[in-house]
């Protein structure tokens, strides 16, 4: 399982909590909740963007060996 799968898993238990209409009885309870929900979703959309961002070195990277490779034909392959 990865890390983002983990976070989701957490957030979605962190959003049900609520859902039985017991409430949460204290407000610096309430607000300590809503602070951990927003650093799961940052925390989820950092890794994600992580990810995201790895994908796009590695197309860069193809994209320049296949420029290479073109380059090499063109000039050099006769």
């Not at 017991?22 to 925390?43: C, I, T, V, W």
């Not at 950092?46 to 796009?56: Q, Y």
Request: glycine share 8%; proline share 1%; charged share 30%.
């Amino acid at each position: 399982m990865s890390k983002i799968d983990d976070i989701e898993k957490e957030i979605e238990k962190m959003i049900n909590v609520g859902n039985d209409g017991s409430g949460f009885g204290d407000p610096d309870a309430e607000k300590a909740h809503n602070r951990r929900l927003q650093y799961l979703m940052n925390e989820k959309i950092s890794l994600s963007n992580k990810k995201h961002t790895v994908i796009e070195w590695i197309t860069v990277l193809i994209a320049i060996l296949g420029l290479g490779l073109g380059i090499y034909q063109e000039f050099f392959k006769h």
